[in-house]
């Protein structure tokens, strides 16, 4: 089964995503799976089906991978984020302004505003979390999690969250500290002068020829001395070509002139 180019541009249509900077063998085998899951024929059949079940778009955003997060994720990460990015950044710029792109449900961004409380918890610390899917931008909002997700949380922050009636519940002095949006990285705006810019597990998506586009908008997002942090399986390729040095891994600089 071979997706053609009409069938691509309905998906894209439907699910509010340019599924051509997705490469092409990740996309056949993503959706050659998913088909098998829910017991259709072909791609006809799922475009039928999306019209009639609205669940459906969910269900297959989620076969895409744009949903999978956690609290903390690759935690040696965010050990480096704690101890050494953040203090560099909250002594360069005092305040800070955070973008967390691609943020799904929620988890990340809530797991940044976690670190900025504990650091400065006097701060007035905003982060903008967005995201293409409304959907999850609206189970977000709710910052409520299933009890079990507390186990993603390393111990020295679980009491910054609350537990009752099988629910993890984000308080408020973390979810006052987040805005979430909904933005398409492929066509919208980037938001500017941003200090912390947090796009982990979401480039590895996308086709070699959009990947220049989106750096290149990361880098005029971040003011000069911001940092741009990857996720574990991703690496920035000549970083100096868009204005970034590499930090540590998977955390890059801005640099010089946007």
Same mark, same amino acid.
């Given at each position: 089964?071979?997706?053609?180019?009409?069938?691509?541009?309905?998906?894209?249509?439907?699910?509010?995503?340019?599924?051509?900077?997705?490469? +092409?063998?990740?996309?056949?085998?993503?959706?050659?799976?998913?088909?098998?899951?829910?017991?259709?024929?072909?791609?006809?059949?799922?475009?039928?089906?999306?019209?009639?079940?609205?669940?459906?778009? !969910?269900?297959?955003?989620?076969?895409?991978?744009?949903?999978?997060?956690?609290?903390?994720?690759?935690?040696?990460?965010?050990?480096?984020?704690?101890?050494?990015?953040?203090?560099?950044?909250?002594?360069?710029?005092?305040?800070?302004?955070?973008?967390?792109?691609?943020?799904?449900?929620?988890?990340?961004?809530?797991?940044?505003?976690?670190?900025?409380?504990?650091?400065?918890?006097?701060?007035?610390?905003?982060?903008?979390?967005?995201?293409?899917?409304?959907?999850?931008?609206? !189970?977000?909002?709710?910052?409520?999690?299933?009890?079990?997700?507390?186990?993603?949380?390393?111990?020295?922050?679980?009491?910054?969250?609350?537990?009752?009636?099988?629910?993890?519940?984000?308080?408020?002095?973390?979810?006052?500290?987040?805005?979430?949006?909904?933005?398409?990285?492929?066509?919208?705006?980037?938001?500017?002068?941003?200090?912390?810019?947090?796009?982990?597990?979401?480039?590895?998506?996308?086709?070699?020829?959009?990947?220049?586009?989106?750096?290149?908008?990361?880098?005029?997002?971040?003011?000069?001395?911001?940092?741009?942090?990857?996720?574990?399986?991703?690496?920035?390729?000549? +970083?100096?070509?868009?204005?970034?040095?590499?930090?540590?891994?998977?955390?890059?600089?801005?640099?010089?002139?946007?």
């Amino acid at each position: 089964m071979a997706l053609t180019d009409w069938q691509i541009d309905q998906l894209s249509r439907w699910l509010g995503l340019d599924l051509r900077a997705y490469h +092409p063998s990740q996309l056949q085998r993503l959706m050659t799976g998913f088909l098998q899951r829910c017991g259709l024929a072909d791609m006809d059949a799922l475009l039928a089906a999306l019209r009639r079940d609205a669940s459906l778009r !969910q269900a297959l955003l989620d076969s895409l991978g744009i949903n999978v997060t956690q609290f903390f994720r690759d935690p040696t990460m965010w050990v480096s984020l704690e101890r050494e990015v953040l203090p560099d950044l909250l002594k360069r710029f005092k305040r800070l302004q955070v973008w967390s792109a691609g943020c799904s449900v929620g988890k990340e961004p809530y797991s940044l505003a976690a670190l900025l409380h504990r650091l400065d918890p006097k701060g007035n610390h905003a982060i903008l979390a967005t995201d293409i899917d409304e959907a999850a931008l609206r !189970q977000a909002k709710r910052a409520e999690y299933p009890a079990s997700d507390l186990q993603e949380i390393p111990p020295t922050y679980r009491m910054l969250f609350v537990v009752s009636d099988g629910r993890l519940i984000v308080p408020e002095a973390l979810r006052k500290m987040v805005r979430f949006e909904r933005l398409n990285l492929l066509s919208d705006p980037y938001p500017t002068d941003i200090h912390l810019l947090v796009c982990r597990n979401l480039l590895i998506y996308f086709r070699s020829e959009v990947k220049p586009k989106i750096f290149y908008g990361f880098a005029r997002a971040l003011v000069d001395g911001g940092v741009l942090f990857l996720g574990a399986s991703e690496v920035l390729l000549s +970083p100096s070509a868009y204005g970034f040095m590499p930090l540590q891994f998977g955390f890059y600089r801005r640099v010089g002139e946007r």
